[in-house]
């Protein structure tokens, strides 16, 4: 498979079979990154489930000017910034209910074993917004920083410019922290 982009066009021809090539190739990754997005992980499975379905119904045409995987993000955060904007509601509950309410930390504490991993992943999240995106971007998903332009609607100079301040920000968290950089 060549980044998704054959099996998309199989898809497109009537290979039902080929988008479920596609979302066992970068469900996990697209979860992920959707998740430095909304920073909720079901809500992150939630988007990724819709960007499949728009690509699958809609058919976006995918042009080739970039990667099928910058491309497949690309619709994954146009469809994330769409929910975001839908669900942008307030719900008051009251402090009993509060309670009640299952801490989403417990599941992404199941995902990330180690402590150090935890204390990585809590700054991180604790990150601007352009910051988390950036960042997982660039080191998780391996992507260039004319991707990762492409995917946030930025010019390169700017993908630098927030990368550096993104690392810089990291690494005075970190430090509040107490990270330790030699056991990681």
């Known amino acids: 498979m060549d980044n998704g982009a054959s099996s998309y066009r199989r898809f497109l021809?009537?290979?039902?079979?080929?988008?479920g090539e596609i979302i066992e190739e970068y469900k996990d990754g697209l979860i992920l990154y959707l998740n430095s997005i909304c920073?909720?992980?079901n809500t992150a499975e939630e988007i990724t489930e819709e960007t499949f379905i728009r690509i699958a119904i809609k058919q976006p045409d995918f042009s080739g000017k970039s990667s099928f995987k910058t491309w497949l993000y690309s619709v994954?955060?146009?469809t994330a910034v769409d929910y975001i904007r839908k669900h942008r509601r307030f719900h008051f509950i009251s402090f009993h209910e509060c309670a009640d309410i299952p801490?989403?930390?417990?599941i992404e504490c199941e995902?990330?074993?180690?402590e150090q991993k935890k204390i990585l992943h809590k700054a991180i999240c604790s990150l601007k917004y352009d910051y988390r995106q950036v960042l997982y971007l660039s080191y998780f998903e391996d992507m260039s920083n004319e991707?990762?332009?492409?995917?946030?609607?930025?010019?390169?100079?700017?993908?630098?410019n927030l990368i550096y301040n993104a690392k810089k920000a990291l690494k005075s968290r970190l430090e509040k922290e107490d990270f330790n950089y030699e056991n990681f």
Not at 13 to 18: F, L, N, V
Not at 147 to 160: G, L, N, P, T, Y
Request: proline share 0%.
């Open 39 to 41: 920073n909720d992980l």
């Open 111 to 114: 995902l990330i074993k180690s």
């Open 103 to 106: 801490d989403r930390t417990d």
């Open 147 to 160: 991707e990762i332009a492409d995917i946030m609607k930025k010019k390169r100079r700017q993908i630098e």
């Open 76 to 78: 994954g955060r146009h």
């Open 13 to 19: 021809d009537g290979d039902d079979y080929a988008i």
